[in-house]
């Protein structure tokens, strides 16, 4: 028999963490909120720096796998499914209605069901000054590189390179940020 694995959470936990959902979903943006959402969300677990812009119903399954830098903006309805780790770095961008996830089904054969095959765990790493288009969907084990654009609606399977600008389903290379090139070339 297949060995499964599934989050133990204490039920003062859940109720907890479900406080906080509560919170996150219905406080404005703003200042005061923003300050607010902090503090909970560093009170449940997860390592956030300073500076950082929550817009409402901020969605984060498992606080202490998140890693936040500063200056971070993350957009209305933002997902981060951090089971396997989430590391978002300064001055990214992660707009309206993006998914970030780090865990998924595990596939089992055919004669077991998914709905209890455990979980696939790969960490997210989000670097320097990226930006995550509104509706992208990001996958575990993807890392994306500084001052990278990940278009809107894309599907992330694959790591995107520094300054590069991908797009699509699945995400491909669209073009580049590098604006030093050489006029004389």
């Known amino acids: 028999m297949r060995k499964h694995v599934y989050a133990n959470v204490s039920t003062t936990d859940a109720v907890l963490n479900y406080l906080v959902e509560l919170v996150m979903t ?4 703003n200042g005061l909120s923003n300050n607010i959402k902090t503090k909970l969300i560093n009170w ?25 830098g500063n200056n971070i903006t993350l957009g209305k309805s933002v997902m981060l499914i951090s089971a396997g780790g989430i ?23 055919s004669s077991e069901s998914l709905r209890f095959s455990g979980l696939s765990v790969d960490s997210i790493n989000i670097r320097k000054g990226a930006w995550i288009g ?26 995107v ?9 699945p995400a491909t290379y669209i073009g580049s940020r590098n604006l030093r090139a050489d006029p004389a070339t």
């Open 44 to 68: 449940r677990g997860a390592t956030i720096g300073k500076g950082n812009k929550f817009w409402r119903d901020v969605w984060i399954d498992d606080y202490k796998n998140l890693i936040m």
């Open 26 to 29: 219905v406080t404005p943006h």
């Open 161 to 169: 390179s520094k300054f590069s600008i991908v797009a699509g389903n």
């Open 87 to 109: 590391t978002i770095e300064d001055e990214v961008m992660i707009a309206h209605g993006a998914q970030i996830i780090s865990a998924g089904h595990q596939i089992c054969p």
């Open 134 to 159: 509104a509706g992208a969907i990001v996958l575990p084990g993807v890392q994306i590189e500084e001052g990278a654009i990940v278009g809107a609606g894309s599907v992330v399977t694959r790591s």
